[in-house]
């Protein structure tokens, strides 16, 4: 906005300036001059579709959202054409909405239609209200539609074709009466819909709603339609005019606000860091209510994030603590069971050392409750044995950046994402795995021409709507990334200004690339040298590479390798320091990124300073009062090495369901069962805390305080929206309770002291406060003292002494040989419906009625060679265990190569009872993409494990959105407008 | 050594252990807000007396069906209508200007004490009467602010 030039305008009369490009109707509400507008949101742009927002501009009536500003333009916004036309539009909105506004459960304050009605002044309708000939749709769990209620702006459609992408809904704008349609008609429960709430987020009006809300949300929604009808048809035979009917309906509002409490949230899913409005009443979550000035989705959710709360109030949550006696948990006080633990650290620690007790983190919990669990670890204990399931997933993207580039997290923003002119996605199925960022990457292709190659085993959606798609054999993507940078080179396209100037080793690691030819990588990849030349070209050609990639690079042995390699590529073509490019890790968990941040790793203290600096050592000796353990700590896999090797007595875990998360889980559990003392801190009952000796009840996200650091390394803070259930207790009261009870005199009031704390030892965080937090607030580390922060990483130097990034050579790690009995590739991940293995997530029956169960994928022509097809039992059978599973047939998978969601805690279908304990030469996380297994048929005939109504049996119906122009040429519809028909 | 379990003793407090909690927090409530509560008792107790309380007891019982007559009541068309002439008339008072109204009420106070005195005094009116009379200023005034009110009627009707 800086660089354009300024010009002015006049609005009714009065002189403005206003910068040149934008649209006349955001001048006006720049000025704070009313103006109706429905159909125009800032999120979703110019559609056109509801005419409320007419003007008179310099004489000539036109939409004040579609109109750019121009140089002496002369405005009226309140002429007697322009509000004539004003109201000619909303009465025909009117035609299609009936205002029962105070027993309406949209009716909270924020109803656009209400508001507009009531700021124009409307008394009356010309045109009367007009029922349209389609029942209300209630098929959806978690949504309804209300075609008598809709207005037909299209704001839904718009949503669903052009943020979310996923082209469901569109308005049949030929019917005699349109309305919104799904897919091709069909009921919403049966199309192609993902469930992410974009429609019902942006809905203005009742038309589409959360079930959550009807019957809930008002004083008296929950009326019988016996009652209600009467009662509304009373209400318009009296025709008080509107204003009387809003009165009252504004009075109801008010009551209503008194009983439903607003609280900003961060999402305790993924890791793309969504925020918004959770609406809740007493400990009921009534909606998600999501605003554009959330910094990373604005209107956006998924599933999850806007359905998925359920497990909040599950009667499954823990309330009270427990200890083990023999074979079973008893319920204790919280005094018993403190003071247990205290009495058994005491004694282990006194007998065995510090080094015998272990700590697992979560990526669950907060910044701040990984803070206070470090330090109770370091400072109390005396131990650095931490870490935390980051071990699970992105230690190797981490890795792959500290050699390379300095800071383990992504270079830039969602915006970067969304701006780089290619992405390539490297084994990663954001579409799945972090749907908002699915969205923008979506749009981005469908909207604004940006190209998009997909590296995958399977064709998911993303994969479907790339430019390029490329299907390497299992393990190989170093392979093809380095041949692809080798070809880079030998064609002169690599940025050498900026390799001088920024960058070192270059000679050297050229060299090293020497045996990357094409023919090499075509042999080993199994993707064609004209696809790898496609690859190198449209990288070439591209204003901006960004690369993301997930648990498909980094769960194989060579993970930490293929990680480089994929920094190298980027620095080689200068796709760092700049906007729209650079490396991008997904992580995983909403708190990835911050649990590494803040310091439960065996290596590091807060913000990546290594336990064996003795200067940063002494800083938090000094500031913590005691002497701390110079040695590196052990992680995971080192933990549980050492419980086999009898060395680790004692562990305590936070949130963490390592026994079905960790790989191999016969082996995981077998380990744990020889602990001598485990605590386990949960909201649930997980697999893991059955082993445990004392298990702590603790609050989920919505039940406390705290922040979360997102994948784009953005600190966001979130607010309690309920008590803690029972006798749960947010994870930092508890540690805090703990510690002290172990003489460690911490004195936190609130979360804010801790993250004080934090910022003013760890030099990365040093500007972070919950003041500069506040609301949708945000910061992107490194935070300097004086709050400034980093959207953008390396604009002017990389984290290391010279400034310069460091080209590193990688050799690629071939994937572990199995017996060639086992002669299935097991691939495995994600379900978007599901959030990782489910604890949270199978508690919801919306989500539990769209996906009930995991499956198999199995390719169309193994189903034909093995006999099988949709609903089969087969059994698969690994080196470490065994499953039974039923089959879905789908060429989202090919060949040999099936497909595991990993949304399971049964021991009949869990996928890591078939992974192995091969690792990650670097940072031992685990091989999980490297399993083979063999297949056994067990039933032929059974029903298919995704019911009908799941979204992947829809059929998607594109379109370039609203498509308002079918609507002007309707013969009914009449133009407002009196210039500019001809360029639509 | 902890082999797997599920098993959950679940501490079930017994019925009297339940009531004892559920006495104990209500005697709390009651020791904090004394007065309050009093007060309360002694509104309840009137009501009781009164009889009002068995009514609304009765009326929060039936709730939906005194509400489904009470709707279907006033949705009949002279109810309507007659609400609507409520509103109406409301909606009229509420736009008269209150210095007019003020003023024509004191004029048609002053004019029926003077009719009434002039009837008493027997005095009849003759044609010449009424010719003198619209040249007499207070009768004519009078006279224009009838015909104007006539002509704003018409207007609307």
Redesign the interface.
């Known amino acids: 906005m800086s660089t354009t030039t300024r010009l002015s305008v006049r609005i009714n009369g009065n002189e403005y300036q206003v910068h040149e490009g934008q649209n006349v109707v955001d001048v006006i509400k720049e000025q704070n001059i009313d103006i109706p507008h429905i159909c125009y949101h800032p999120n979703l742009g110019t559609i056109q579709t509801c005419d409320t927002c007419m003007v008179e501009i310099n004489g000539e009536l036109v939409r004040s959202c579609a109109t750019k500003v121009a140089p002496g333009m002369n405005i009226e916004t309140e002429s007697l054409a322009a509000k004539a036309a004003q109201v000619e539009a909303m009465d025909r909105i009117l035609e299609n909405h009936q205002l029962y506004c105070t027993v309406c459960d949209n009716n909270n304050g924020n109803c656009r239609i209400h508001n507009t009605v009531e700021m124009m002044g409307i008394e009356h309708q010309s045109r009367p209200y007009q029922p349209k000939p389609y029942e209300v749709d209630m098929s959806h769990p978690f949504y309804r539609y209300d075609p008598d209620q809709c207005i037909l702006c299209g704001q839904c459609v718009e949503a669903c074709q052009n943020v979310q992408v996923n082209e469901t809904l569109s308005i049949d704008w030929e019917r005699d009466r349109p309305r919104v349609i799904w897919d091709n008609d069909v009921p919403i429960n049966e199309s192609s819909c993902v469930s992410c709430g974009h429609c019902v987020n942006v809905c203005p009006c009742n038309a589409l709603m959360e079930k959550s809300m009807l019957g809930e949300a008002g004083i008296m929604t929950d009326m019988?339609p016996?009652?209600l009808n009467?009662?509304i048809?009373?209400v318009k035979?009296?025709?008080?005019g509107y204003s009387?009917i809003f009165a009252i309906s504004e009075l109801e509002a008010t009551l209503r606000a008194t009983r439903t409490k607003k609280t900003k949230t961060v999402c305790t899913f993924c890791g793309v860091g969504c925020t918004f409005e959770v609406w809740t009443k007493g400990h009921k979550v009534l909606k998600i209510e999501p605003t554009p000035d959330a910094p990373v989705n604005g209107i956006s959710t998924c599933v999850k994030g806007k359905f998925g709360w359920d497990f909040v109030n599950s009667e499954d949550r823990l309330t009270?603590p427990?200890i083990?006696?023999g074979?079973?948990?008893?319920?204790a006080t919280w005094d018993e069971a403190l003071n247990l633990i205290v009495s058994k650290f005491k004694e282990i620690k006194d007998r065995d050392g510090a080094d015998a007790f272990g700590f697992i983190s979560s990526s669950k919990c907060t910044n701040e409750e990984n803070y206070l669990l470090q330090k109770l670890a370091r400072s109390i204990i005396g131990t650095n044995n931490i870490d935390n399931c980051s071990r699970y997933c992105q230690s190797p993207a981490t890795t792959g950046l500290f050699r390379t580039v300095g800071y383990g997290g992504d270079a830039g923003t969602i915006y970067d994402m969304a701006g780089a002119g290619l992405g390539i996605i490297v084994g990663a199925n954001p579409a799945e795995a972090h749907p908002v960022i699915a969205t923008r990457l979506k749009r981005a292709h469908k909207l604004n021409g940006r190209k998009l190659i997909v590296a995958d085993l399977r064709k998911n959606e993303m994969a479907e709507r790339s430019d390029l798609f490329l299907r390497p054999a299992p393990g190989t993507d170093h392979v093809w990334l380095s041949a692809v940078t080798k070809y880079i080179i030998d064609q002169g396209w690599h940025d050498v200004a900026f390799l001088n100037k920024r960058v070192n080793g270059f000679e050297e690691y050229k060299k090293s690339l020497e045996k990357y030819t094409l023919d090499y990588a075509e042999k080993t990849t199994r993707i064609p040298q004209e696809q790898l030349i496609e690859t190198a070209k449209m990288i070439h050609e591209a204003d901006g590479t960004a690369i993301f990639w997930a648990m498909g690079v980094t769960q194989h042995c060579g993970a930490s390798e293929t990680s480089t390699a994929i920094a190298n590529l980027l620095l080689v073509t200068g796709n760092f320091g700049r906007p729209n490019a650079g490396a991008f890790p997904l992580r995983g968990h909403n708190n990835v990124q911050g649990a590494c941040d803040f310091g439960t790793l065996p290596n590091f203290y807060p913000g990546y300073e290594l336990v064996t600096d003795d200067a940063v050592r002494k800083r938090y000796e000094k500031a913590w009062g005691v002497s701390l353990s110079p040695e590196k700590g052990l992680d995971n896999e080192g933990m549980l090495n050492a419980i086999n090797k009898g060395e680790m007595k004692a562990m305590f875990l936070m949130g963490e369901d390592m026994?079905w998360v960790d790989a191999n889980s016969n082996h995981v559990?077998s380990t744990?069962?020889?602990?001598?003392f485990?605590v386990v801190q949960d909201v649930f009952?997980t697999?893991t805390a059955?082993?445990?000796?004392v298990i702590l009840p603790a609050s989920p996200s919505l039940e406390k305080e705290g922040t979360f650091t997102n994948t784009e390394r953005r600190i966001q803070r979130m607010y309690q929206a309920l008590e803690p259930l029972g006798e749960s207790r947010p994870d930092w009261q508890i540690l805090t309770e703990l510690a002290n009870r172990l003489g460690g005199n911490w004195s936190y009031a609130s979360p804010a002291d801790i993250m004080a704390e934090s910022a003013s030892l760890a030099p990365l965080f040093a500007g972070v406060s919950y003041e500069r937090l506040e609301g949708f607030n945000s910061l992107l580390w490194p935070v300097q003292a004086d709050g400034t922060d980093t959207p953008l990483l390396y604009k002017e130097s990389f984290p290391f002494p010279d400034g310069k990034a460091r080209l590193t050579p990688t050799d690629w790690i071939p994937p572990v040989q199995m017996p060639e009995e086992y002669d299935l590739f097991l691939n495995n991940g994600r379900l978007l419906e599901h959030f990782h293995e489910g604890n949270m997530t199978n508690k919801s029956q919306g989500i539990m009625h769209k996906a009930p169960d995991t499956f198999v994928e199995i390719s169309p022509e193994l189903a034909q060679e093995r006999g099988v097809k949709d609903g089969s039992l087969v059994r698969l059978q690994s080196e470490y265990g065994a499953v039974k599973l039923r089959v879905v047939v789908t060429d989202r998978v090919q060949g040999k190569e099936i497909y595991v969601p990993m949304n399971s805690t049964s021991e009949i279908s869990a996928v890591n009872l078939l992974t192995s304990s091969h690792s990650d030469v670097t940072t031992h996380t685990p091989a999980y993409k490297e399993a083979k297994v063999k297949m056994q048929v067990l039933e032929v005939e059974g029903e298919n494990p995704l019911p009908r109504i799941n979204s992947r049996f829809g059929k998607r119906n594109p379109q370039r959105g609203v498509e308002v122009e079918r609507k002007w040429q309707r013969k009914d519809y009449l133009t407002l407008e009196t210039v500019g028909q001809g360029e639509k | 050594m902890a082999k797997p379990t599920t098993v959950i003793r679940k501490h079930e407090p017994t019925e009297a252990e339940k009531q004892a909690q559920a006495l104990g927090d209500l005697v709390s409530f009651v020791a904090k807000n004394g007065d309050a509560l009093k007060e309360t008792l002694k509104v309840i107790q009137l009501l009781h007396e009164s009889g009002a309380l068995e009514v609304i007891g009765a009326l929060i019982q039936s709730r939906e069906k005194v509400m489904e007559i009470g709707v279907s009541q006033l949705s009949k068309p002279t109810m309507t209508r007659g609400v609507n002439n409520v509103m109406s008339a409301v909606g009229m008072l509420g736009e008269l200007e209150p210095e007019t109204i003020k003023k024509v009420f004191e004029g048609i106070v002053n004019g029926m004490q003077h009719s009434a005195e002039e009837v008493r005094a027997g005095k009849k009116t003759g044609v010449m009467d009424l010719m003198k009379a619209y040249k007499d200023p207070d009768v004519n005034r009078a006279l224009t602010v009838m015909l104007g009110f006539l002509k704003g009627m018409g207007q609307k009707l």
């Open positions: 019988k016996a009652l009467p009662m048809d009373l035979e009296v025709e008080p009387g009270k427990l083990r006696k074979d079973e948990f008893h319920e026994a559990q744990l069962e020889k602990l001598e485990f009952f697999k059955q082993f445990a000796d």
